[in-house]
Nanobody
Framework: QVRLMESGGGSMQAGGSLRLSCAASGGTLINHHTAWFRQAPGKEREGVAGLGPYGFTVYAESVEGRFIVSRDSARITLFLYLNDLKPEDTATYYC????????????????????WGRGTQVTVTS
């Protein structure tokens, strides 16, 4: 089974940018729906961006126009570009994947995914 590992988190001032990476091992993501989620302390995990196997993308309203989800051509690494960061973007960011044959159609719902990384912390200071 594919395993996921995030990297690229860190501390950034408001208005800055970061690029998060999610590397797959044990296989590729060619047959998977993928997404990024985040979870702030005391809050539920929320969907940030989804990317379908044919390039369809969807974003949470709170990040639309600021975040961009993409992947490499080998379908091994998923990226999330975080631009114009705000303090409310502070959270642990997780990547997730689901075999397309099992995908239930809700890109930004955690229960749609069965493969998760361990997360990377993003802290935005004002």
């Amino acid at each position: 089974q594919v395993r996921l590992m995030e990297s690229g988190g860190g501390s950034m001032q408001a208005g800055g940018s970061l690029r998060l990476s999610c590397a797959a091992s044990g296989g590729t993501l060619i047959n998977h729906h993928t997404a990024w989620f985040r979870q702030a302390p005391g809050k539920e995990r929320e969907g940030v961006a989804g990317l379908g196997p044919y390039g369809f993308t969807v974003y949470a309203e709170s990040v639309e126009g600021r975040f961009i989800v993409s992947r490499d051509s080998a379908r091994i690494t998923l990226f999330l570009y975080l631009n114009d960061l705000k303090p409310e973007d502070t959270a642990t960011y997780y990547c997730a994947a689901a075999l397309s044959s099992r995908f239930r159609g809700a890109y930004l719902v955690p229960s749609s995914y069965e493969i998760w990384g361990r997360g990377t912390q993003v802290t935005v200071t004002s």
